[in-house]
């Protein structure tokens, strides 16, 4: 790859975007993967700085008014999710290859200001693999899933607006398949 290239990921709630980048990180160090910052609780094992940056809503406002945010969003109605621009800059100017895990509503505002990224779309092997995931995480309230399922349904509408499809049948299946759209080779297993 001559110029590295930012490759967006997004999907559907519960479909495997987290588990599929935490296998990015921890099997392909040629990728920088984004820490986004939230101003959503610490869910157990999610440690500050390495699976997000947790912070307050006052300190959101003032990332975003500041334009330090390359996209953010206010997902399910309750907590927002932003990428901090200047990592994703600083990354791509010393030759990484940047994977973003974000939802549809940040990867659509990034397409407005760097459309020449590689947008990937990851959805599940069906509907009722993707519900059984999200119960069986349980993280969220019931009323936290059914509003999840609904929001789901209009994410997964959107898979025509991005450049590659992936399905989450297999977590490394996804991600070598991922990490290939990058441009990258898939590690010999």
């Known amino acids: 790859m001559s110029q590295p290239r930012l490759t967006v990921l997004a999907g559907p709630t519960a479909v495997g ?4 980048s935490t296998y990015i990180r921890d099997n392909y160090p040629q990728v920088w993967l984004s820490v986004s910052a939230t101003t959503r609780p610490a869910r157990p094992g ?7 940056f947790f912070v307050s809503n006052e300190e959101f406002d003032d990332l975003v008014a500041s334009g330090q945010m390359l996209e953010w969003a206010l997902v399910h ?3 927002r999710y932003g990428t901090l621009r200047r990592t994703v800059d600083a990354a791509m100017a010393d030759g990484k290859s940047v994977l973003l895990e974000i939802d549809l509503q940040g990867a659509r505002q990034v397409k407005e200001s760097m459309p020449e990224a590689n947008f990937v779309f990851l959805t599940p092997p069906s509907w009722d693999e993707m519900v059984r995931r999200l119960v069986g995480r349980g993280t969220e309230t ?3 899933q059914q509003q999840r399922l609904e929001t ?3 994410e997964l509408a959107a898979e025509p607006e991005f450049d590659h499809t992936v399905v989450n049948d297999s977590v490394q299946r996804a991600a070598d398949e991922l990490v290939s759209l990058m441009g990258l080779s898939p590690q010999e297993r």
């Not at 975007?17 to 599929?20: A, L, N, R």
């Not at 999610?46 to 997000?52: I, T």
């Open 17 to 20: 975007k987290g588990t599929v």
């Open 77 to 79: 109605g309750r907590n």
């Open 142 to 144: 019931e009323q936290e």
């Open 152 to 154: 789901a349904k209009l």
């Open 46 to 52: 999610e440690l500050d700085g390495v699976h997000y």
